[in-house]
Antibody, heavy 118, light 107 residues
Framework: EVQLLESGGDLVQPGGSLRLSCVAS????????MSWVRQTPGKGLEWVSS????????YYADSVKGRFTISRDNSKNTLYLQMNSLRAEDTALYYC???????????WGQGILVTVSS | EIVLTQSPGTLSLSPGERATLSCRAS???????LAWYQQKPGQAPRLLIY???SRATGIPDRFSGSGSGTDFTLTINRLEPEDFAVYYC????????FGGGTKVEIK
């Protein structure tokens, strides 16, 4: 079955760190660019970061640049998001998503909740 | 940053009716860089339309997309019960953002 499964979400204090993981199955992970997208009731859907399929290029939203790092391990079919210096406004449901064509998202995980609060 | 504004915020319709959803961009996004997603409660978004008018794999032909530049439309012909959901547009020209969504609810 083609799927993405996120893990690593938790309750963390402001200023803390967290690493999210996304394991892919059912498709050739290394052939696809991958992304993280988050969703909150207030701000809706927000693209966070992407990692190109060529394994070289990474992209970040301004809101997370310098604090978050995206990486991937193609041998483990896994995408990661290292989140440092977390803020209350980073509280969201984080989705892992597969990139299709001109950076559309054709496969999504079920989402993992990150809560930043003291 | 290109802002996408979706209207109306909520659309109240009956099964069998046609739904017309609008997505307006603050500047041109061309015709290749606009997508539509459907999201049901407790589920992740699902890609419906990409490149403004191409249906994603497995999407029924009652869903259609049109438009270019700054004005885009998602049309759902003959609403089925499973079509009542929230719909988002998304662009990836000069950055990547989503619209605020349109909720299609049962009248």
């Amino acid at each position: 079955e083609v799927q993405l499964l996120e893990s690593g979400g938790d309750l963390v204090q402001p200023g803390g760190s967290l690493r999210l993981s996304c394991v892919a199955s059912g498709f050739t992970f290394s052939s696809y660019a991958m992304s993280w997208v988050r969703q909150t009731p207030g701000k809706g859907l927000e693209w966070v970061s992407s990692f190109s399929s060529n394994g070289v290029s990474t992209y970040y939203a301004d809101s997370v640049k310098g604090r978050f790092t995206i990486s991937r391990d193609n041998s483990k079919n896994t995408l990661y998001l290292q989140m440092n210096s977390l803020r209350a406004e980073d509280t969201a449901l984080y989705y892992c998503a597969r990139v299709y064509s001109h950076y559309f998202f054709d496969l999504w995980g079920q989402g993992i909740l990150v809560t930043v609060s003291s | 940053e290109i802002v996408l504004t979706q209207s109306p915020g909520t659309l109240s319709l009956s099964p069998g009716e046609r739904a017309t959803l609008s997505c307006r961009a603050s500047q041109s996004v061309g015709s290749n860089y606009l997508a539509w997603y459907q999201q049901k409660p407790g589920q992740a978004p699902r890609l419906l339309i990409y490149g403004a008018s191409s249906r994603a794999t497995g999407i029924p032909d009652r869903f259609s997309g049109s438009g270019s530049g700054t004005d885009f439309t998602l049309t759902i012909n003959r609403l089925e019960p499973e079509d009542f959901a929230v719909y988002y547009c998304q662009h990836n020209a000069q950055g990547l953002t989503f619209g605020g969504g349109t909720k299609v609810e049962i009248k």
